[in-house]
């Protein structure tokens, strides 16, 4: 089977790791994302792969060649972002097979545990244009909002609603029928989301629902990034492409890391980095060449690419960019993002003797 990867986002809510780094390449238990879904889609029998490709294109060529994790690679890059839809219709024209044919489609920041050819054969088995993955979830609203009827047959699709009918919601997998694919227009931006599956149904086309809620993560804000990369480390979600075994913690060659120091809940030391005695992190992901100092704390926070926490700083739920530096004494949290290169001095600490 063939599949398209939808990359073209701009990955904003995860900013600033995605100014240098398109989202699906971040590293993420110690590999790039998307190394994850390669090696998911080759066991779920994809042998070939469109990426669909506009914000960064040319990093995804650079990182994963013509053939990686089992699966042969082809890149089509649109000149300006044709949004979802636009971005398959212009995809499939690298696809190979023929009209009748299933196509994966595969949302690009997507960890799914999900069994794709029990989605194939649903789509099969109704002669479905498309099938869609659905996982429940608490806040519908974030998401694509999908009812079904008694036959699993999706009756509407609506997109980031105030008022969604169903906690059911679509989990970014698509089995497409080809021809379902060539019915988008070409060279336009369509969103798969508020056009194509709207019409597809209000034409009386058949969209399924396969509805199977194991684990399933979308990764797109930081705080889910973070979860992902610990899930995988953990073993939460099993993966093929992760250098290691599942774990507390996966540190990666060249990183030094103190006896003394407190590692764990599915952390990752990247390549070159350093936690030093006394230091304590938790449920993270520190990049290539990042250091931690004594007595530092980071929990549930990504460190960027040589960026260095001082001696007794903490760090509670914050990104930070490439090279950034949080001077001795501080503490930042809940969601604060300090940008590539900033420095922050060492906080003040007065001694007073006075009453
Ligand atoms: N090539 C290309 N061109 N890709 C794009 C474009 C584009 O113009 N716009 C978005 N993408 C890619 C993103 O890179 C991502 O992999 C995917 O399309 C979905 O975009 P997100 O920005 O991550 O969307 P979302 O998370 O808000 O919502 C989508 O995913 C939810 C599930 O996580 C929707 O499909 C929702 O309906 C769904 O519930
Ligand atoms: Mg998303």
């Known amino acids: ?42 066991a779920a029998g994809v042998d070939r792969i469109v990426f669909a490709t506009s914000y960064r294109a040319e990093m995804f060529e650079a990182a994963f060649g013509s053939h990686a994790y ?6 089509v890059s649109e000149r300006r972002p044709l949004g979802t839809a636009g971005a398959i219709r212009n995809a499939a024209k690298a696809l190979t097979c023929s ?12 960890l799914s545990g999900h069994d794709v050819t029990a989605q194939v054969s649903v789509h099969e088995k109704a002669g479905a244009a498309v099938t869609l993955h659905l996982v429940e979830v608490e806040d519908p609203s974030r998401f694509g909002c999908v009812p079904t009827d008694a036959d699993g047959r999706v009756t509407a699709f609506l997109e980031k609603t105030n008022h969604p009918v169903t906690d059911q919601i679509n989990a970014g997998c698509y089995v497409f029928r080809r021809d379902a694919i060539d019915t ?32 399933w993560l979308d990764v797109g804000t ?65 990049q290539d060449g990042a250091f931690v100092a004594e007595g530092a704390t980071v929990r549930d926070s990504v460190v960027g690419r040589g960026a260095r926490v001082g001696p007794g700083a903490t760090l509670d739920g914050v990104i930070l960019g490439d090279g950034a530096l949080v001077g001795p004494g501080n503490e930042l949290r809940d969601g604060l993002r300090l940008w590539p290169g900033i420095a922050l001095p060492p906080t003040a600490v007065r001694f007073s003797t006075d009453a």
Request: proline share 7%.
């Open 184 to 215: 988008i227009p070409e060279d336009e931006v369509v969103s798969v989301e508020r056009e194509t599956f709207p019409g597809l149904i209000s034409s009386g086309a058949v969209v399924m629902g396969y509805v199977e809620s194991g684990y």
């Open 222 to 286: 930081p705080q889910a990034f973070v979860r992902g990369s610990c899930d995988l480390v953990l073993g939460r979600i099993a993966s093929a492409a992760m250098p290691g075994d599942p774990g507390e913690r996966l540190i990666l060659d060249g990183a030094v890391v103190s006896p003394r120091a407190v590692v764990r809940d599915g952390t990752t030391v990247g390549r070159g980095a350093e936690i030093e005695a006394g230091a304590t992190v938790l449920g993270s992901v520190l």
């Open 99 to 110: 009209s009748n044919e299933p196509v994966l489609i595969l949302n690009g920041d997507i």
């Open 1 to 42: 089977m063939e599949a398209i990867l939808l990359v073209g986002g701009q990955g904003t809510r995860l900013r600033p790791l995605t100014i240098s780094t398109p989202k699906p390449l971040l590293p993420t238990a110690g590999v790039a994302f998307l190394a994850h879904q390669l090696a998911r889609a080759h």
């Open 70 to 75: 089992g699966v042969d690679l082809a890149y």
